[in-house]
């Protein structure tokens, strides 16, 4: 056990008190773990666009004061009663969703979206006892998608928490967390291209080229990318992209666009923005008979999509996916190795590097679009 076990550590964590405001470093109280937790080190954490989203507060639950930051590294500093599958001195990645292995999606080799730690955007509070794990001066401060990495410190159900190689780089893999097995998994896990095969990529942001990574990998011969901002697709090659289409330049539908450039249509299609028009073209641009669509992006709440039943009839393949398919107990220690191995390359996501006394600097660089993933380093 470590020295610390069963005591509170207090320590800096980058607190947001008000929407859309600077973070404020800040010494805060963390509480040992409970039954089924973990408390971990974060060594490395990383900026991911959700965090900017629930930041913002522009139309989700405000939720202040608060602790954000779900994609890190670290090491499990000590566990809390019932936790075997960890000990103090892992390695590990917290995730926002979890594997409590007990209920039927966890039970279900299809499904990864478990009944008891699927993502709660609204929650504050751990589930065991509906209480926070930090204070500042005694006032409780709300955690955020059950991992709040923006701390030194932090509190995790336990099977939220990957024990990983003990030899992994936490300054890569710790953007595995979230946004890139998203884009990854939705490609190699779902949509499933095979070598030779056409895809097209909707939305060339993180997720979307974590994507075309995918595809790369899977070795589709035509990676098409789609998106309204044509100073993305230099980048986009760096991911195995090699055709590019902006909608925005054609005076037809771009579904029409790309089948008239596949002879018909694409193999597979994936659609990481969010946009419901997105999302029609998508499954609109994949060939009969064998095309499947992927459905990634978070659409608003009124949204809806419509499409014409013949098109599911010609035999195309509509689908959707939480988090590429990946159960983050059971398959984030192998996509890992997959870095390991050369076969998955992490470091081109990565493009600024700051401390964590810098931390606003990250917020600022992804606000302006020049960042995929900023690295934060937790100790200077």
């Known amino acids: 056990m470590s020295s610390t076990a069963g005591q509170v550590i207090k320590c800096k964590a980058a607190v947001a008190w008000e929407a859309g405001k600077p973070l404020v470093i800040e010494e805060v109280e963390v509480a040992p773990p409970q039954a089924g937790e973990v408390r971990l080190k974060i060594l490395f954490t990383s900026l991911c666009h959700t965090d900017v989203y629930f930041w913002e507060a522009k139309g989700q639950t405000p939720l202040f004061p608060r602790i954000f930051g779900h994609e890190a590294g670290g090491i499990v500093e000590s ?21 409590c292995g007990e209920c039927p999606h966890c039970k279900s080799e299809e499904s990864n979206m478990c009944n008891l730690l699927r993502i709660n955007t609204d929650r504050g509070v751990m589930i065991n006892d509906n209480k926070s794990r930090f204070l500042i001066k005694g006032q409780p401060v709300h955690h955020f998608v059950g991992t709040s990495t923006f701390s030194e410190y932090t509190v995790v159900h336990a099977g939220c928490v990957a024990k990983i190689n003990p030899d992994a780089p936490l300054d890569k893999v710790c953007i595995l967390s979230c946004g890139i097995c998203t884009g990854l998994g939705a490609t190699v896990n779902v949509a499933k291209p095979k070598p030779g095969s056409s895809v097209a990529i909707f939305g060339l942001g993180a997720v979307g080229l974590a994507a075309a990574e995918g595809a790369r990998i899977s070795g589709a011969s035509r990676i098409i990318g789609v998106d309204l901002v044509s100073s993305r697709f230099e980048l986009a090659k760096k991911f195995g992209v090699n055709e590019f289409v902006n909608p925005k330049d054609h005076d037809k539908p771009v579904q029409q666009v790309i089948a008239e450039m ?13 946009s419901i028009q997105a999302m029609i073209s998508a499954f609109e641009c994949v060939h009969d008979g064998w095309g499947v669509a992927v459905l990634v992006g978070v659409p608003s709440k009124d949204d809806a999509f419509k499409t014409h039943p013949m098109n599911l009839l010609n ?61 934060i380093k937790m100790e200077e």
Do not use: Q, W
Request: proline share 5%; hydrophobic share 30%.
């Open 262 to 274: 596949t002879n018909g249509g694409v193999d597979r299609a994936v659609e990481c923005t969010g």
């Open 79 to 99: 566990v809390g009663e019932g936790v075997t599958h960890l000990k103090p001195g892992d390695k590990a990645l917290p995730v926002f969703t979890g594997e």
């Open 315 to 375: 035999e195309r393949t509509l689908k959707g996916t939480f988090y590429g398919n990946y159960k983050p107990r059971t398959d984030l220690p192998n996509v890992v190795e997959k870095y390991m191995k050369g076969e998955l390359e992490l470091e081109k996501f990565i493009t600024h590097t700051v401390p964590f006394s810098e931390i606003n600097k990250a917020f600022d660089l992804m606000l302006k679009g020049e960042s995929i993933r900023c690295i």
